[in-house]
């Protein structure tokens, strides 16, 4: 059996395919056979993020592969040590079908209330469906270096039944630069960026290890 992840989210451009691409990238260099199963039919990035990595010789190496729907990507998900779910732009019944499957559901979420909001209804949504609360947590990408922002919207979450990974991941041009290249927030060219990122990827990987220990 592998380990089945899903990052999903109620809009588009929350990090979604960051995070994908920073946990498979993670365990891939732990040497655990990963694949990004790109939900976005439309537009693939993490599709053709693969082709930037491979064009440029970036090892880990990582596998995507694009699914029109989760039976069909599900039906290959014990092929690998980790399969992870890269969402749709929106959540839609594709979304409730993958979490089902998932041993954790990864919800990137910015700062501000309107990203707040409207991922506490999906958390919210996803746990009416009967997905276990547990399962759901919520990491921060795409914020601002202020503490007390952190802060509040850490408190905000923290009042939900649903698991806050602690730190963030701050908007910063070197994680874009980064992607443009074929690589993850965590192989950022900056040491402080890069161990900043790392930071939240280790944090989320303790989640794991508790809800499947
Ligand atoms: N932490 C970040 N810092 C800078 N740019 C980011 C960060 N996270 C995402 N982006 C950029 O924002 C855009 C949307 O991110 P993406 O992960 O593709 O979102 P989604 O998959 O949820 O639509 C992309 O251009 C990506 O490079
Ligand atoms: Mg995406």
Do not use: H
């Amino acid at each position: 059996m592998s380990l089945i992840i899903s990052v999903v989210g109620q809009k588009g451009g929350s990090g979604k395919s960051t995070l994908s691409r920073a946990i498979a990238t993670c365990y891939a260099s732990a040497s655990w056979d990963v694949k990004i199963a790109d939900l976005d039919i439309n537009q693939s990035t993490s599709f053709t993020w693969l082709q930037r990595r491979i064009n440029n010789s970036i090892e880990p190496i990582i596998a995507v592969e694009a699914f029109g729907s989760a039976t069909q990507a599900l039906k290959k998900s014990d092929d690998y040590d980790l399969f992870i779910f890269d969402g749709a732009p929106t959540a839609s019944r594709t979304t409730t079908e993958i979490c089902k499957s998932s041993d954790l559901i990864v919800i990137p979420t910015g700062l501000a209330l309107d990203d707040l909001e409207p991922s506490v209804v999906l958390a919210n949504n996803l746990s009416k469906e009967g997905i276990d609360k547990n399962k759901i947590c919520f990491v921060f990408n795409r914020a601002s270096g202020s503490e007390l922002e952190y802060n509040e919207a850490k408190n905000y979450l923290d009042e939900t039944p649903y698991f806050v990974i602690g730190g963030r991941i701050e908007d910063k041009p070197c994680y874009r630069q980064a992607m443009n290249e074929g690589k993850s927030v965590t192989e950022a060219r900056y040491k402080q960026p890069r161990e900043k990122a790392d930071v939240v990827m280790q944090n989320l990987i303790n989640r794991i290890e508790e809800l499947t220990n």
